[in-house]
């Protein structure tokens, strides 16, 4: 069974902080890279960051500076730390593994809405 289960998202002022966390299948959170995507309203979902099984991480130019990725292996669970939030980081956040992503897959949660207001 795969699954992505995010949580975390909330209402918060620009500026300020929040931390997703995700909890994926054990089978695919070990074995594979993982993501952090997001959409927001009538736009594409894009690629924020992604973490190697060996925690190598990349960061899209955006968020560089401000968002964290971490992975606890034990408690196969995903987490983004958000720092200094901007409006444009209103979206909803997926967790996923990039290997995953096509036509032959789907199992994206429901994701975790983000809304940065001033």
């Known amino acids: 069974q795969v699954r992505f289960a995010e949580s975390g998202g909330g209402l918060v002022q620009p500026g300020g902080s929040l931390r997703l966390s995700c909890v994926v299948s054990?089978?695919?959170?070990?074995?594979?890279?993982m993501a952090w995507y997001r959409q927001a309203p009538g736009k594409q979902r894009e690629l924020v960051t992604e973490?190697?099984?060996?925690?190598?991480?990349t960061y899209a130019d955006s968020v560089k500076g401000r968002f964290t990725v971490s992975r606890d292996n034990p408690r196969n669970t995903l987490y983004l730390q958000m720092n200094s939030l901007k409006p444009e980081d209103t979206a909803v956040y997926y967790c996923?593994?990039?290997?995953?992503?096509?036509?032959?897959?789907?199992?994206w949660g429901q994701g975790t809405q983000v809304t940065v207001f001033s």
């Open positions: 996923y593994a990039p290997v995953l992503v096509g036509p032959l897959y789907n199992y």
């Open positions: 973490i190697q099984t060996g925690g190598a991480t």
């Open positions: 054990e089978n695919i959170f070990r074995t594979y890279t």
